[in-house]
């Protein structure tokens, strides 16, 4: 009887007048190419908001790019590598900062001095660079202590200010590298921050940015206002985004509410692959933890079932990972396949013997839940038992982290999203550098010296991947993270918004434009047809 009831239902479905149709996104046929006058979108940013705010508002010299190299030229436009100690870099002649002042090498020059007095503090730069010298108007030299291999994909999060900005704020060692203090005309990017501010543990709830109008990229941006939330809960998320118009146009979401987006009449669906991965850290600064002990760790990723974790809490939009760095990366790619199909180091009854009456307190942020059930779901059959603290801020997942080593906090395992911010595997192996506050491991010497070694190779040479795989198995081994699956890129967008996400740390909101039909600057009440159910739309 249930069997002809649910054919009956499926066939009352397909012929009713009222069936649910999907069209395919057509926006792009009909996108605005200018700056339009009002137009406005509304962004959700629950990742490193003041990583991808600084790439909106100010310039480097080179800038993060999906290529194997992980960076471009943008404020250079060439550079020569004179010896393993001597760079140099020519700068673009049409650039200006944002108050309408030059940018040239005197202002090169003028920042690095800034740098090198507070540098961040996650890589070995600020021991490497000894100082940069002016050659001509738009020509300066770099000058290394050290061969320095990382030297250009860390140029691309030193960023340059006007003078104004120094006389108001300054660079200060940081962990988080990043100076967003406060709104004003001091950067050289698309974008200007009008209100607001972030600065790594330190944001604004909402921050609103205005298009820049010497921007040296023709036409760009497209978008002239744009304001930028960093704490929202997934219910509000979901709900802005999906059953109202005009309060949200961008946003990342979980994998779980992917039907919701698809069904909605505001709301489609994007989906490409990523660089980035969901960095699961275990805490081993934590006296007594359970988690010292190597097994208990290396028995926490052998009971997790990728396959099945990607199947039923990722919902499909992850590959299966043997490592923290992401397997879509050019430098892990390889290697991965390789570990993919490893056997378990130990048996079931091992697995059951080494984890039952394990007790973890995790930290996480909501929009992670998803991913969470599906962990705790299969970690249950052996006898573990997880404890949340939940939030929607950033923020406070971060200070957990940074402050772990002087105020020793009482959690085991914490979730953040950790985005390619760099185009290189540090973006992961930093999570292990014992020397930076990002690290939840308390010491291991032979991992220092390994990152030492690779900070001095060029990303393109044979001796370079070698160093990555050496780390990469060390660090599987030693099983320092609980390892989870590379994730997809998952976005809600307006229907009338155009945009592509980049798989590194940007928000290139520069290239994303509207339709006519976008609430902020459409005349009268939106037409029915604007209104069809959507496909996803996956990029490759």
Known sequence: MRKYLLIFLFSVLLFSNDSITYKYDQSNKIAINKRVKGSHLKVYMPTLAYFNIISLINGTLVRLSESKK????????????????????????????????????????????????????????????????????????????EPYGMLLNDLCVVNFYTKQYY?????????????????????????????????????????????????????????????????????????????????LDIAYI???????????????????????????HMNLIKKNSKLKDIKVRQALNDALNQKNLIKFAFKNEAKESPFLLSSNTYFAKELSKKYLNRKSKFTQKQLHEILNGLELK????????FVWKGIEYQLSKYGVKLDYFVTSDEKVVLEKLFNDRKNVYDWDLLIWG??????????????????????????????????????????????FQKEVNKILLYSYKKAYTLVLPSPNIVIALNKEVIYKPSKMA????????????????RKGKLKKNRLNYLYPKRIK
């Open 70 to 145: 992980g960076w471009e030229y943008y404020l250079a436009y060439k550079h020569k590598k004179i010896d393993d100690l001597t760079y140099d870099f020519w700068l673009r002649k049409d650039v200006r900062y944002q108050d309408g002042s030059k940018f040239d090498a005197d202002s090169v020059v003028y920042n690095f001095k800034h740098f090198m007095k507070g540098p961040f503090l996650y890589s070995n730069i600020h021991n490497a660079l000894d100082y940069v010298e002016k050659l001509n108007d738009y020509k300066i030299r770099i000058h290394l202590k």
């Open 167 to 247: 006389e108001k704020y300054n660079w200060t060692p940081s962990l988080a590298a990043q100076n967003t203090k406060g709104p004003g005309l001091y950067g050289a990017g698309p974008y200007i921050l009008a209100s607001g501010y972030a600065s790594g543990l330190k944001q604004s709830k909402k921050i609103v940015l205005k298009a820049n109008p010497y921007y040296f990229e023709k036409n760009k941006p497209y978008i002239e206002t744009i304001t930028i939330y960093t704490e929202l809960t997934t219910k509000e998320v979901i709900d802005k985004i999906s059953k109202k118009e005009g309060e």
């Open 254 to 280: 979980p994998f779980n509410k992917k039907t919701e987006i698809v069904n909605s009449k505001y709301a489609k669906l994007l989906i490409s692959s990523s660089h980035s991965n969901l960095t699961v």
């Open 362 to 369: 995790v930290i996480t942020q909501d929009r992670f839940m």
């Open 418 to 463: 950790n985005d390619d911010w760099n185009g290189h595997p540090w973006t992961a192996f930093f999570t292990l550098y014992t020397k930076a506050n990002w690290s939840s491991v308390d010491k291991d010497d032979y991992l220092v010296h390994e990152f030492y070694k690779l900070f001095a190779l060029d990303t393109n040479t044979p001796k």
């Open 506 to 521: 940007l928000f290139p909101l520069w290239n994303a434009k509207i339709t006519p039909y976008h609430w902020s600057i």
